[in-house]
């Protein structure tokens, strides 16, 4: 570890810092995982199975739609500012660049900043608070779509921004959900469940098969 890194004090649970300082510490540390909630430092558990499975299943249905989709970013665990006291770390990003009207951008640094077209929870252990305050904070700050796996109960959630508050959407009769930004977005509820790859991408070329608008209408 480098005499700079020593010199920085860890992130610690609970802690209140301020988002430049949480910056400051989270960057010296090694091989950790952090978020800044509402001004208090969250350290994230260590991945189990459940979590891992789900979020390379998922990472593959965006990866994949995003590479079909002109102008559409996938991103994996990448640190978002939302602002002075919220510093989060969401599982998926799926977003439109800004040539194509899109809400969010890199910034200097390599953070996301604005508010990206969907993003993707997996919970495991986080349950609470990615169906409570996470919910409360993406939709303040305008992101369009937030979806949640539930991997304890092996169920999706997933909300649409009407105006400033979120709506639930409803999947059909088999669980297939349908993204309202990203047409021909398809999940497939039980296959995520089950955790085949192959029926959670064959849904997806599904709805892709059906999508009948121009990738420059997405929004």
Known sequence: ??????????????????????ERRY????DARAELVEGVVYMCSPTKD????????LAGWVLTYASRTPGALARDNLSYRLDEHNELQPDLVLMLSPACGGQ?????????VGAPELVIEVAV?????????KFELYQRVGVREYLV????????HWWALKGKAYCPLVPDRARVW?????PGLWLDEPALARQDPAAVLA???????RLSMQPSKLL
């Open 1 to 22: 570890m480098s005499q700079q890194a020593l010199a920085v004090p860890p992130l610690v649970s609970g802690e209140r810092l301020s988002r430049a300082e949480f």
């Open 27 to 30: 960057e010296a540390m090694l």
């Open 50 to 57: 459940r979590h891992a499975a789900a979020h390379i299943l």
């Open 104 to 112: 969010a951008r890199i910034d200097a640094e390599g953070f996301l």
């Open 125 to 133: 252990a986080t349950v609470a608070r990615d169906l409570g305050i």
């Open 149 to 156: 796996w539930d991997a304890e109960a092996q169920q999706v």
């Open 178 to 182: 349908r993204s309202q930004v990203f």
């Open 203 to 209: 849904r997806l070329d599904e709805g892709h098969a």
